[in-house]
């Protein structure tokens, strides 16, 4: 059976945690995915170019596959027995061939020629190599989406452990598969990096579908109003936008990163510092389902999981940036070079304020998907990007000594605008829910 939110009522701090911390693992071992792929790439002859070749092709597929990740939301959100599931499966269905429509445009028409070109600078010599990498990496998109669906039904049954299994195997498999080719010596193009992504996904796919199934087998009949196509795309599409925002604010700090004294030291040290931020926050990147699953029925111990997610992200940055340690992370492990890891610490400080920030947006965000009103979430991001915008530009221009720190400072106070509007819209939506049951009394 599916999960009764009345059996969560005495769900307490630790029982989350056991309930988050496999999600939040699984979300830190899939960047290991990239490493695997990386490594074996980079044996290659021509490492560089097979490299930036899979780079690219994995590039476009990443915004491409955008609507297929939101179905581990949808599903999560939705799907409260199996006539529900089977309604979501059909909309899924939809949504999948219409993404694989784009892809095939893409990887067997001129029009992908002129986009890898002329919007991704691809080298015209490998052209063909790249397109037939991108082929590859489109089957991703079938795996990805389908495995979203059934970990919503994993998350909701609180089986989170099973997501973090699905993971194990999938970069087991990765490995097996890159060593094979390592040990054939068969590293000869970038398609080689699309097979293992391939393989990885197909396998991780494979667990939670089984796992999924195996639960809607024994799930209960859907109780209340039967779910709708149009309450889908209602709660879908505001999403899939949502997420398309975030990915293009980067882009944004990036080209104006260009401008500034010191280009090359400016974005090498956002960079590296985004990524370790990143690195840290994507074992918090799940906040949302705690709030999903057990709000309604545990409200101040969710409260304290996310004080907790704001202050553990926030410690790890502040040790690697106020004591040693940080030098010796970012020369021994990061492999950096003196100057470019002091100037990647002063870029994380200002990061800080980004990971206290972050859960608390999450969080917000996560109860406007649970009252299935997701369009509400576009406006406090289109506030973080303008946010983004007017920091950024006087700091380049009248500051511009700053370097990479000036994108720091303008993320950070864009998730700051963000958290702020995102706080105002559930405050306004619960001052009119109160005020409609007031009426109805």
Request: charged residues 10%; contains cysteine; positive net charge.
């Amino acid at each position: 059976m599916l999960i009764d939110t009345k059996t969560t009522a005495d769900f307490g701090l630790m029982r989350m945690l056991a309930f988050f911390i496999p999600l939040g693992s699984s979300a830190s071992l899939t960047s290991i995915s990239h490493v695997i792929i990386n490594g074996t790439l980079g044996r290659a002859d021509q490492a560089e170019l097979i490299i930036a070749n899979y780079a690219l092709a994995l590039s476009l597929f990443g915004i491409i596959e955008r609507p297929a990740l939101v179905f581990r939301q949808t599903s999560s959100a939705l799907v409260k027995g199996k006539s529900s599931f089977k309604v979501l499966g059909a909309f899924f269905i939809k949504v999948t061939l219409l993404i694989s429509a784009v892809c095939a445009v893409l990887g067997f028409t001129p029009l992908g020629n002129w986009v890898f070109l002329h919007a991704f600078n691809a080298d015209p010599v490998s052209l063909e190599s790249l397109l037939a990498t991108f082929r590859v990496i489109s089957l991703v998109i079938i795996f990805s989406g389908l495995r979203c669906l059934y970990q919503g039904i994993i998350i909701n049954h609180l089986e989170t452990k099973w997501v973090t299994i699905g993971v194990i195997f999938r970069l087991a498999g990765m490995f097996l598969v890159a060593y094979y080719f390592i040990l054939t010596d068969s590293v000869v193009s970038s398609m080689v990096g699309a097979v293992i992504f391939l393989t990885g996904m197909a396998i991780e796919c494979m667990v939670s579908v089984w796992r999924g199934h195996s639960i809607m087998k024994s799930a209960p009949a859907d109780s209340g109003p039967l779910l709708k196509q149009k309450d889908i795309f209602s709660f879908y599409t505001p999403l899939v936008f949502y997420l398309s925002f975030q990915t293009v604010i980067i882009p944004i700090l990036y080209a104006f990163l260009g401008k500034i004294q010191d280009a090359h030291m400016g974005i090498a040290s956002f960079a590296l510092a985004f990524s370790i931020t990143n690195l840290v926050l994507s074992f918090f990147m799940y906040t949302h389902q705690i709030v999903l699953q057990f709000y309604e029925n545990n409200r101040h111990t969710v409260v304290k999981c996310i004080i907790v997610f704001s202050i553990v992200p926030s410690m790890l940055l502040a040790i690697l940036c106020f004591t040693p340690l940080g030098m010796i992370f970012m020369e021994g492990v990061m492999g950096t070079n003196q100057i470019l890891a002091q100037e990647t610490l002063l870029v994380l400080k200002f990061f800080i304020v980004k990971t206290l920030v972050f859960p608390w947006v999450d969080y917000y965000g996560g109860i406007l998907m649970l009252r299935k009103n997701t369009k509400s979430l576009l406006k406090p991001q289109l506030f973080n990007m303008a946010a983004v915008i007017v920091v950024i530009v006087p700091l380049v221009y009248l500051f511009p000594h700053l370097n990479g720190s000036t994108g720091a400072i303008a993320a950070s106070a864009g998730e700051l605008i963000g958290l702020a509007a995102v706080y105002l819209v559930v405050t306004r939506k619960n001052k009119a829910l109160q005020e409609e049951k007031r009426n109805a009394g």
